[in-house]
Nanobody, 129 residues
Framework: QLQLVESGGGLVQPGGSLRLSCTAS????????IGWFRQAPGKAREGVSC????????NYADSVKGQFTISRDNTKNTAYLEIHSLKPEDTAVYYC??????????????????????WGQGTQVTVSS
């Protein structure tokens, strides 16, 4: 059973940067497409990015294009989400998710959260001065 653990969140000043990590265990990491989601207080969970199992495809929500960068290192069983120019509205709990059947969907766009079978517990990102 694949297990995911996010890390790298914290309190950051506006304009700062963070790199979130999603480390997997329990199953071959290179079988899975990875998605990143966020949920701000009082708001629905929002998909922000995905990356295919071989990293040949990435996709982003329009709201984060140019600000977020997704990547992965299959030798380290880890996916990353780099966030630059952080704004207070980026404050949220950030989750990674994985599924072994979403490579083609990630090529076409952002698979919705209901399509992912495996989830991490989330990491809090707070942007405040």
């Amino acid at each position: 059973q694949l297990q995911l653990v996010e890390s790298g969140g914290g309190l950051v000043q506006p304009g700062g940067s963070l790199r979130l990590s999603c480390t997997a265990s329990g199953s071959p990491f290179n079988y899975y497409a990875i998605g990143w989601f966020r949920q701000a207080p009082g708001k629905a969970r929002e998909g922000v990015s995905c990356i295919s199992s071989s990293a040949s495809a990435t996709n982003y929500a329009d709201s984060v294009k140019g600000q977020f960068t997704i990547s992965r290192d299959n030798t380290k069983n880890t996916a990353y989400l780099e966030i630059h120019s952080l704004k207070p509205e980026d404050t949220a709990v950030y989750y990674c998710a994985a599924d072994s059947h979403l490579d083609s969907a990630c090529y076409r766009g952002l698979p919705p959260d209901v399509e992912y079978d495996h989830w991490g517990q989330g990491t809090q990102v707070t942007v405040s001065s």
